[in-house]
């Protein structure tokens, strides 16, 4: 089980940048899937960028690329989220999750994340 801890959530206005960290326990291992996903009351949560740690193969969804980079820190046991240009429909609960049984092209398969933080708040206003 890896132990996740989300932060750097915060009310931004439309066009500005937010930086979420997630740092996690030791994961035994060198090779593995994390991600970062995001939650709007009354929908489901969706995928926002994973990436395929010990490669560093990763993978946005659409409305990620060009504005949000994941990049992932062992040393410090840390992911990272770069949010660029926020827009108002960024809002959400951001959430690091894990997957220790996959890596590679699985990351963004159809894979189930099995470990997740608590979210962190990001709110953009126009």
């Known amino acids: 089980q890896v132990q996740l801890m989300e932060s750097g959530g915060a009310s931004v206005q439309a066009g500005g940048s937010l930086r979420l960290s997630c740092v996690s326990s030791?994961?035994?291992?060198?090779?593995?899937?994390m991600g970062w996903f995001r939650e709007v009351p009354g929908k489901a949560r969706e995928r926002v960028a994973v990436?395929?740690?010990?490669?560093?193969?990763?993978n946005y969804e659409d409305f990620a690329l060009g504005r949000f980079t994941v990049a992932q820190d062992s040393a410090k046991n840390t992911l990272y989220l770069q949010m660029n240009n926020l827009k108002p429909e960024d809002t959400a609960m951001y959430y690091c999750?894990?997957?220790?049984?996959?890596?590679?092209?699985?990351?963004?398969?159809?894979?189930?994340?099995?470990?997740w933080g608590q979210g962190t708040q990001v709110t953009v206003s126009s």
């Open positions: 030791k994961v035994p291992y060198r090779h593995y899937c």
């Open positions: 999750a894990a997957n220790t049984r996959f890596s590679g092209s699985w990351c963004w398969g159809d894979i189930a994340y099995n470990n």
């Open positions: 990436i395929s740690v010990g490669s560093g193969n990763t």
